[in-house]
């Protein structure tokens, strides 16, 4: 095939393949860290880190009533748990959190 012709491959981006090395090309590299540089100096103030892992805010209880059977549940059951884990389970299809479905599955429980 003819050099000239052939396709020459482009990134998700749209940007040329040239253009994304010489930007790589010209970033500086990180800098490392001395072994023999002295402790930096403590200013003396009670400042918390610049990143501390912190417990995400308590969220709401949530139902729902389970499509399909999975851990505990069976179908039609009323699936309990916060905002998180009932959305997860709602976009992976094995709940419906819609009031209309729970009272369903309740009418199904009486």
């Known amino acids: 095939m003819d050099p000239k012709t052939r396709r020459q491959p482009v990134p998700a981006r749209g940007e040329q393949i040239p253009a994304v090395i010489d930007a790589a090309a010209q970033t500086p590299p990180a800098a490392e860290p001395q072994e ?31 499509l399909v059977a999975f851990g ?13 884990t009932i959305e997860a389970l709602f976009l992976g299809g094995s709940v419906d959190p819609h009031p209309d479905a729970v009272a369903f599955a309740r ?3 009486a």
């Not at 103030?45 to 209880?61: C, F, M, R, Y």
């Not at 069976?74 to 916060?82: A, K, L, N, Y």
């Open 36 to 66: 023999n540089a002295p402790p930096a100096a403590d200013s003396g103030t009670d400042t918390p880190p610049a990143h501390t892992e912190q417990a995400d805010p308590i969220v709401g209880a949530v139902e729902a009533r389970a």
């Open 72 to 84: 505990d549940y069976e179908v039609d059951d009323i699936v309990e748990g916060d905002e998180r």
């Open 107 to 109: 009418s199904l429980q």
